[in-house]
């Protein structure tokens, strides 16, 4: 028979490891169990889904809330450092997983509406647990960390950039087309730098259209500016990928194609490519 | 006299080959009677058309039929392999692209409407016929193809985001501001982040407002992603055009396509490539 | 005195040429003529504008037509070749720029609104003059007619695509929700696709809403296609302005940075870069 | 005790300079202080607001205009060229800081409701004393200067393009259709060609729809070239940062930033980096 211990170490196998094919499965298993839910949590929204299907919606939430707790004690159970997982990013997106389900029937009156809205959303958090098994998300997440201060710089230009189209837009059109206030007006501003346009303000005034074709034509240009630093920051990475063989002498890789002797050390490389 | 044998291998050079005139003098007949067929039925759809021309119609929708059913039935005699030709994906674009034309024959009553409209429309499929002459396609498919995981990956990482966004504006601006339930929500914000920003569902409140500005900044520095992803494959697969022939002196390659000598060490390519 | 002949060749060089001091004003001021007659060939379509000061758009409207008459008679006189000139695109468009004020006049009466609205129009076309004073466009161009057969290919892929999405939409969508006909239905499409998203035409069922979203997610990743196109024949165009320097013994130019022998001759590069 | 000489200079030192660390605490204040007023400046349109919590946007907004009014009288103080300063462009932005404040006591009737409006909104334009200290922004600048040549030659091309469109659509759809003039359509053009598309006016006729779908189509593909453009110049800004210095043995470069042996001959190349 299984100690406790071992029990443990094999849970912890299971449930937290991706390498053993019980690992795997069991991943799989998870990945559809938060789709489901996360799909019955957002078609329980759709008023004529859920007054015709109420009973099936009621049976799919607990049968996944159950399942949910279920994985969450034993992770709990079987985690080595169990303060670690209870406040890991993981952790707390598992007991927010689950709560919202519980806290519902202590609100069951009418009166807490919002409030049932609100909690009805937070399980569809559950998506973020699959954030877990997507390993290759990292290449293009490091990327993105990698141009990260050149994005808050472009991001900082595009808000002092609104601030003042919005201010112009401000005075110019005033509060009788639209533009009711300078937040209001910067709203407008950020819809149509980023070339949404959703038409729910719209310039009145030929002066207000003349500035609004100035705000799209910067907005079209300055577009092209995240997608340059991202560019060049993919094509670094890729190229990074490129020359993995490591120095003969010194180990350490990261040599450009061509080169012929390792920049590290100087090694000769040749031998190894050749 | 020609032997059926002999007519079966002139019918297939003239109708699947590429490579004799006749061949390319069928391809181009081909394309031009499924532009022809296509844009008529097309504009059999629009109402004040059809009720004026609608003799005109009638006899180019059978005339066309009757050509498609022409080519239909001799590729099928002509194939060489005949189970393959029929299950194969051309083969059944071939069909599709004249069996509803003989299905409105038999429902020809007026209650049959949406039926009608469907088979209508499936005749449009007949476009699908073309893809088999778009051979300079390939080159961007494949860098699709190549780029299909990161694709994937960025796909993922969008609904996530559209998840959440969705979600967020579903508790924030509520049924009454037109966000229904969250497969609505979704969708809006799918359509904010795209940038398409049609303006049917608009946010209203001042929080909505300002939650709706950090999705558009998102979807703004993220529309670089893809663009990053596939500039790179396709700057990949324009590189490997550049010769992979070794030069026959230094060994060394990476030399342009029209390069007659090695660019390392002067040596004749010539011989090589000839 | 001067001859004719003289006369004729010194107004080619002012007119035609750009590499004299009297050519380069006199180019200048035809780009200011033209940018100001299309200016007020524009506002005089602003009814407010128009009916207040009618006789100063009346006044400039002849001012400029006559300039420009003068302009193209003097074209004909001094130019060498003067059939050339007159079927060349410029001599065209030369033409059209004065025309339409004189068939304006036999058109006086009221009845033919719409004519002299398109003639009104046609004048604007002076603005294509212009053209001819833009060389640096030329290395744009020249990116573009490089990329021509792969762009062809990708509007090719947009049209087909437009067709298939269009039917479906107009299937599921149908003409009580705005999708009246299939070309209504690819315009919508393009609209979406492109991600300019008017919002004249919207999705109203759930299954069309799924439909669109799919539209909007192909189009935010396809857009990405003649960008990487159009990026890697600029980055082409300004790779082969690096190596400028001509091989020292075949004065054959278009060496890769890092060659150290000519690719055309094999001779040693290295002396004349050191 | 300090003189007045030495205190200039240890003025200067901390509130033009970014060296010292009371230079770079100050500096740190001052971005709070100018994003705290820009807020209350812009709260302060908002209705709602402005009435409920008036007294305390009074007491914000005269804290700010002392506290600014004493550093742009500091900064003349100190300043070693105090014309130099007072006419360049912060110290015109460091007096537009807060001359409207002083202003709109004086103008104080309701009245001059507009000239108010104004003036508050100039206020805003303290956001700008904001770039002083975001040097980062210098590299992205740098990049669009370069390539300012051709980013100006793509926005006639845009101009160009869209005064054809414009007046085309102008003709084919009219003032009844909501294009009322030709700078309307420019309007519409741009509007469409940016992707931005607000849906306020739409093309209604056949004709116009085709004209429209071709405007779009070629939006979607000349939105690659700013991209290219500036891609290829970040592309080069980021190659230059790769060293050029050359080998000491062999004076090749191209070496990586931390390379420390050169990669083609092997030397050392840490004594010339140091």
């Not at 034993?74 to 997983?97: A, E, H, T």
């Not at 958090?125 to 960390?145: C, D, G």
């Not at 490591?246 to 350490?252: L, Q, R, T």
């Amino acid at each position: 028979m299984m100690t406790k211990q071992q029990l443990r170490q094999e849970l912890y196998r299971i449930i937290f490891g991706t390498d053993t094919p019980a690992g795997q499965r069991f991943d799989m298993v998870l990945i559809y169990a938060i789709l489901i839910s996360v799909f019955a949590v957002m078609l329980g929204t759709v008023d004529s889904l859920s007054s015709k299907f109420f009973s099936v919606f009621f049976l799919v939430e607990w049968l996944f809330t159950g399942l949910f707790t279920l994985e969450y004690m034993v992770r709990i159970f079987c985690s080595p450092n169990r303060r670690k997982y209870l406040f890991s990013f993981y952790g707390i997106v598992d007991l927010v997983s689950i709560v919202p389900s519980y806290l519902g029937l202590l609100l069951a009156g009418a009166q807490y509406l919002l409030i049932i809205r609100l909690l009805r959303v937070l399980r569809v958090f559950r998506v973020l647990k699959m954030v877990r098994h997507m390993s290759e998300a990292n290449v293009l997440i490091r990327s993105i960390v990698q141009a990260r201060r050149k994005i808050f710089v472009f991001f900082t230009i595009v808000l002092v950039l609104s601030t003042l189209f919005g201010c112009l837009m401000y005075v110019v059109e005033g509060p009788g087309n639209g533009f009711s206030s300078i937040p209001k007006s910067i709203y407008w501003t950020i819809v149509t730098l980023t070339t949404v346009g959703y038409g729910d303000i719209t310039p009145h005034t030929v002066l207000g259209q003349i500035i609004s074709t100035l705000a799209m034509l910067t907005g079209y240009s300055i577009i092209a500016i995240p997608t340059g630093i991202i560019t060049a920051e993919l094509a670094n990475e890729m190229q990074r990928d490129k020359s993995v063989y490591p120095c003969p002498n010194c180990v350490k890789a990261g040599h450009d194609m061509d080169a012929t002797h390792c920049k590290w050390c100087g090694a000769d490389l040749g031998n190894m490519r050749g």
